[in-house]
């Protein structure tokens, strides 16, 4: 992901942080989340697009050829931006002397660059650290941090009811980081405002439609060259949220049948009604 330093932005919010904060990670106090049954719904849904597999993948960790280094984890952090370098961080932090401790000092070396020299060694580290609690728990709290906590406050910021549109821009926000770039997440979203307006004004359900036809526009004209082929791959990541919403499941009521690249899986969102009633979902316009 985009995230050594992030500017993300919409009409109303500023939120900023830098890989000098990687290792302190205080709970995030957020007005309006997904209830917890749907963030770990959102999850597995995510991890279906990002690694096909409806479990979490902590020990994934490859080489993509995308110019971002190596990807890594269940929100796919890479070496280039900084955001692998965060998790690695805080997991030293709890357990000194781990298995990737040694590559510190290179995954810094190599921050900002494709290079994956002199890590050679960090896929097969990164494998055995995922089998230790304390490694997971520390890329939970990354991934909280610098993804779903900005997509949850851009939420809030632009009054998003639904859970099917609190998803979309914590998916977005994974793929296309929070950065301050063309194809962040804060670019997708003004793009949607200059031609919808805001939520409230254009209803949630044609607003949310707008904001995945500017996703996807991005994915298929990505102005990062590196990211543009493998982008072009995973639009039907997109094309599942748009069924979604076509089918009026701004609820995501499940279980969910998904199919973003051929292959089906079916994901359970099961949701006690305590929560639900938090997660108000306003009718597709």
């Keep these: 992901m985009r995230l050594t330093t992030f500017v993300f932005a919409t009409d109303l919010l500023w939120i ?9 990670m205080e709970p995030v106090a957020l007005k309006d989340t997904l209830p917890a049954a749907l963030k770990s719904c959102a999850e597995r849904m995510i991890s279906v697009f990002e690694n096909e597999s409806t479990s979490l993948k ?3 960790v490859e080489d993509l050829n995308d110019g971002r280094g190596f990807t ?3 929100a796919g952090f890479v070496t280039r931006d900084g955001d692998l370098l ?3 961080e805080l997991y030293n932090r ?28 960090l896929p097969a580290a990164w494998r055995k650290a995922a089998a230790d609690p304390l490694f997971r728990q520390a890329q939970d709290q ?13 939420a809030d910021d632009l009054h998003l009811q639904s859970p099917l549109a609190k998803f979309a821009l914590y998916d977005a926000s994974i793929q296309h980081g929070t950065g301050n770039d063309l194809d962040s997440l804060g670019a997708i979203i003004r793009a949607t405002i200059a031609v919808r307006g805001r939520p409230d004004k254009a209803g949630e359900g044609k607003w949310l439609a707008a904001f995945l036809q500017a996703r996807k526009k991005v994915l298929l004209n990505a102005t990062d060259p590196q990211t543009r082929a493998a982008w072009k791959e995973s639009v039907g990541r997109v094309n599942e949220q748009l069924r979604l919403l076509r089918e009026g499941n701004l609820q995501l009521s499940g279980p969910l049948t998904l199919k973003p690249y051929g292959r089906k899986f079916v994901v359970s969102c099961a949701t006690p009604h305590h929560e639900l009633a938090a997660a108000s979902a306003t009718a597709v316009e």
Aim: hydrophobic letters at 40%; glycine letters at 8%.
């Design 94 to 121: 709890v357990r000194p002397r781990n298995a990737l401790s040694g590559f510190l000092p290179m995954l810094r070396t190599v921050l900002g660059t494709a290079s994956t020299q002199g890590l050679e060694g």
């Design 72 to 74: 890594a984890g269940r």
């Design 142 to 154: 990354v991934n909280d941090r610098l993804y779903y906590a900005p997509a949850m406050q851009a």
């Design 86 to 88: 965060q998790v690695v």
């Design 16 to 24: 900023t942080t830098t890989v000098a904060q990687a290792a302190v």
């Design 58 to 60: 902590y020990n994934y």
